[in-house]
T-cell receptor, first 116, second 114 residues
């Protein structure tokens, strides 16, 4: 069974500074990987996803993530954060075997706080 | 094209009552997933449905919980005889494909059991 670990429960970053949120996964084959963002009281919005090919994927709102098979990681990055980026961020893995029809497995999330 | 619509957004039930949560997928989507989010936790997969079929319910509690996705109308997640531990946010996601690779999430229903 797959699993996802987001080691940082909270991260505080100054506005304009760079950001990296960590995500480690466990899955036997090449997984489907996702990053979602959740604003308070809202649903989840997909930031980006990785299925295959180029290991550096670009997403919305200036985010990118890099798949590193050797480290079983899929860290999310942004070169310069904005106050509106304050939210909860979830990494998720989907099983590629079986056509990826199973539900996603989510990490517990990282709460991002932006300091002015 | 409206997104995934869930209603109600907030639901309060007394212990022992029934909770019915509705999810209307995006237009053209015939695959629905339900997830539960407990406080300070990530989302946990509950069930995956296609029209008139339950494909995977491995994440559903064995008792009191059921889900359906009829030919017409929204998908329904039903919780009978609710207990305080059922208090959570319940999210629905829909996809146009047979995989979860393009799932879009609704805004969730926040269930509070008092």
């Amino acid at each position: 069974a797959q699993s996802v670990t987001q080691p940082d429960i909270h991260i505080t970053v100054s506005e304009g500074a760079s950001l990296e949120l960590r995500c480690n996964y466990s899955y036997g084959a090449t997984p489907y990987l996702f990053w979602y963002v959740q604003s308070p009281g809202q649903g989840l919005q997909l930031l980006l996803k990785y299925f295959s090919g180029d290991t550096l994927v670009q997403g919305i709102k200036g985010f990118e993530a890099e798949f590193k098979r050797s480290q079983s990681s899929f860290n999310l990055r942004k070169p310069s954060v904005h106050w509106s980026d304050a939210a909860e961020y979830f990494c998720a893995v989907g099983a590629s075997e079986g056509g990826g029809a199973d539900g996603l497995t989510f990490g517990k999330g990282t709460h991002l706080i932006i300091q002015p | 094209n409206a997104g995934v619509m869930q209603n109600p957004r907030h639901l309060v039930r007394r212990r022992g009552q029934e909770a019915r949560l509705r999810c209307s997928p995006m237009k053209g989507h015939s695959h629905v997933y339900w997830y539960r989010q407990l406080p300070e936790e990530g989302l946990k997969f509950m069930v995956y449905l296609q029209k008139e079929n339950i494909i995977d319910e491995s994440g559903m509690p064995k008792e009191r919980f059921s889900a359906e996705f009829p030919k017409e109308g929204p998908s329904i997640l039903r919780i009978q005889q609710v207990v305080r531990g059922d208090s959570a946010a319940y999210f629905c996601a829909s996809s146009p494909f047979t995989t979860n690779t393009e799932a879009f999430f609704g805004q969730g229903t926040r269930l509070t059991v008092v």
